[in-house]
């Protein structure tokens, strides 16, 4: 029961959840079956029927068979991912979505265009704003994988809603419309999405959400806001790079000690 609970946990646990075929974005009847037992074990897992522990039985066999190993759960993109990604600014109306695309020149992301304007049937404010943030992801979803580490292409999306931010970084909302609006790109899993806060103030994309060009206020505003996120991005690449490499080379260390039959500390 432990290594199972102990699977559960890793299920979710820092991994790339739009590439994350395992993530409870997909379990939704795995969870409704956790929750059923958490109120049937109430009194005690001997309460907890046969057929139920069958079913956890099967399930901790079929993750098992899952590949990776716990390394493989926690790391994040490579240098290389993150100098190859892409980056929109997005913005939503109830009838109306605007998304600004940036480039880049070096360290620092400045917008292509003014954006364009989708209009849309009148939807919930929260919805419109992940649908369209959902729309700009899928537009980087045709680059290939990282010929270094294997992940798919990457996107930066700068967006002032909060709702939105947190539902991408966790591949999860509790919201059952946020997850229906979800599944299809994240189960596809053809590309990661690094989600940042551009305050509504000083959001390029409500240029075009408004049908109306951008400021230049919002378009230094949210340059600042990319560039910023974007540093952070590379930094912590360069961390992760600089911790595997020293792993692996640790790990050469030993290899040789043993094969020359001598000790060595790397
Ligand atoms: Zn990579």
Redesign the pocket.
Known sequence: MGRVLWSLRVLGAGRRPADNPHSLLQHDLLLKHWSRLGQLSAAGWDSVYPADLSALDGLERSMQGLRGAREDVALG??????L?MRAFAVDAMPTCLGIVEFKRTGQSWSPVDAGRSQDIEKTAQGEAELQVALNAASLAESAER??????PPGVLIGGDADSVRAALTKGYSCSPAFRERMRPLFSRGNVWIHATRIPGKINVADGPSRHRAPTQAEIEGSCECLNAAYAALLREAMERGRSVFSRGSRREGKDEGRAEGRHTEA
């Not at 993109?77 to 993150?82: I, N």
């Not at 990282?146 to 992940?151: I, N």
């Open positions: 993109p490579c240098f290389k991912c993150v190859s990282c010929t270094a580490c294997g992940w």
